[in-house]
């Protein structure tokens, strides 16, 4: 994924949208999988963290509804050494924030509050665990 598809991604986050931002989570987790399973066996790289990272990514977008639409989200090699996963770092720690600003609008039931509250919680696991797989 490009860096422009990668803030566009990002910018989709702040919609004022619910469904617009629902399916950028979905996305944005999808490729933070894709991106922690390709760099798993990476010379240098801790898989352990890389595997959690995936499986984080996969368990928070199994809490979010199946999007309507969205985008063909396909990883590309992030650059070498851990400043080439910032930016997928990043988009999961926005994923995090924005999936914890919907989990607390008044005009949702309880149970998808904790499930886009646990969503958040993964995201964000998800998150430190990327940034630990090329020793952050």
């Known amino acids: 994924m490009t860096t422009s598809a990668l803030m566009e991604l990002d910018a989709r986050l702040d919609s004022k949208n619910t469904v617009a931002v629902l399916a950028a989570a979905w996305d944005a987790f999808t490729l933070a999988a894709e991106v922690a399973d390709a760099i798993t066996f990476e010379e240098g790289s ?4 890389a595997m959690a990272a995936a499986q984080q990514s996969m368990a928070g977008r199994d809490l ?8 063909a989200v396909e990883a590309t090699a992030p650059a070498p050494g851990a400043a080439g996963l910032d930016r997928h770092v990043h988009l999961l720690e926005h994923v995090s924030g924005s999936l914890t600003r919907l989990s607390s609008a008044a005009v949702i039931d309880v149970e998808a509050a904790r499930s886009l509250g ?3 919680e993964l995201a964000a696991g998800a998150a430190l665990a990327l940034s630990q797989v090329r020793g952050h």
Not at 46 to 49: G, R, T
């Open 118 to 120: 646990r969503a958040a």
């Open 46 to 49: 801790d898989e352990l963290q």
């Open 64 to 71: 979010l509804p199946l999007p309507q639409s969205g985008w």
